[in-house]
């Protein structure tokens, strides 16, 4: 659905679903603007968009960090309990974000159904990441994870979508496979190592967050990104509900202060800050520039995991990093 507004100075905005755009450890997908005139934009919000393009920086920055402060409380208490608390915080922290926006909130009963679809895809994903990050390590399953995102949104975009494949999104796909098996290293690893390593959660992480972003864009025609975001939070925090009751809901309250700090982040300066300001910058500076900022997310979780966690980068989780960015520059890069 496109719809267009106009500004105060008389500038169209085009609003539209970006497939390409796909988030970092708990952020789906959603809505981007047209690029806003420099002029247009330094004169509405009296600062230049270089200070977006920090936010940016920054919000990946963010996304990177949250692995890390995820593999810290991962082994604290049971997944259920981790991933309603995390749920949970995120949701109530949209709330705010969500009283400052100008525009008024739209509703449908379509939305809210790809909402829900969107909140069990969600549940999954987390499941799965806290899983993964029992086993395997933060760096890896950042590379691994963010790196296979938005590969595996293309082909669910074009077996669900029917969007038309170009020769160069196969081949971007193709690059894709070869860098994660380069990072999972397949060739000295048997089938039970491989589970046991967590990086094959680490691939079905990947899937389940494009399953997110595909029911994110269906919403998206009535439902804004943030609107979206706190809904499915909230959702998944009810699906985690029971379970996290039969394993100690309430242990999170005897934990340190440690263990909050890092919960704070994974779920509010992550889940919520860094979302919206990525929402946020993403309309004012197009959808392919807000998109190549995706490269950054793996590097800083190999980066800060190396810094906090001590974790040294296996030359073949660079080497497949690598591969697999180039594999995502491929599919995004405009056309000639």
Same mark, same amino acid.
């Given at each position: ?16 679903? *970006? ?16 690029? &806003? ?37 991962? *082994? ?29 909130? &739209? ?19 987390? &499941? ?40 160069? *999104? ?19 690893? *048997? ?146």
């Amino acid at each position: 659905m496109q719809r267009r507004s106009r500004s105060r100075h008389g500038t169209g905005l085009r609003h539209e679903c *970006d497939p390409r755009i796909s988030a970092g450890a708990g952020s789906p997908s959603g809505q981007v603007l047209s690029v &806003m005139p420099d002029t247009v934009f330094r004169a509405k919000h009296g600062f230049s968009p270089f200070v977006f393009l920090l936010l940016m920086v920054g919000s990946m920055i963010i996304w990177g960090g949250s692995w890390v402060s995820a593999k810290l409380i991962a *082994d604290r208490l049971p997944p259920a309990v981790l991933c309603f608390w995390r749920f949970l915080l995120s949701s109530v922290a949209f709330l705010p974000f969500l009283g400052m926006q100008r525009r008024p909130v &739209m509703w449908s009963l379509g939305g809210v159904v790809f909402c829900a679809g969107g909140a069990l895809a969600l549940s999954g994903y987390m &499941m799965l990441f806290f899983r993964g990050l029992e086993h395997g390590y933060a760096g890896a399953g950042g590379v691994l994870t963010t790196s296979l995102m938005p590969l595996m949104t293309l082909l669910l975009s074009i077996v669900l979508l029917g969007r038309k494949a170009r020769r160069r *999104d196969w081949t971007g796909i193709l690059i894709g496979i070869a860098g994660a098996s380069v990072i999972m290293r397949v060739w000295s690893l *048997d089938g039970d190592v491989l589970v046991r390593s967590g990086n094959l959660l680490f691939v079905v992480c990947s899937f389940v967050w494009a399953l997110v972003t595909i029911f994110g864009q269906k919403a998206s025609t009535t439902l804004s990104p943030m609107v979206f975001s706190c809904l499915a939070y909230g959702l998944a925090a009810l699906c985690f509900l029971p379970f996290a009751s039969m394993h100690g809901i309430g242990e999170v309250f005897q934990q340190d202060i440690a263990f909050w700090g890092n919960l704070f982040f994974l779920s509010v300066i992550s889940g919520s800050g860094a979302t919206t300001v990525y929402f946020f910058a993403a309309e004012r500076i197009g959808s392919y520039r807000s998109s190549s900022f995706a490269f950054l997310v793996p590097s800083s979780a190999l980066l800060l995991s190396w810094l906090f966690l001590g974790e040294i980068p296996h030359p073949a989780t660079l080497i497949g990093g690598a591969i697999s960015v180039s594999a995502v520059y491929l599919i995004n890069r405009p056309a000639a």
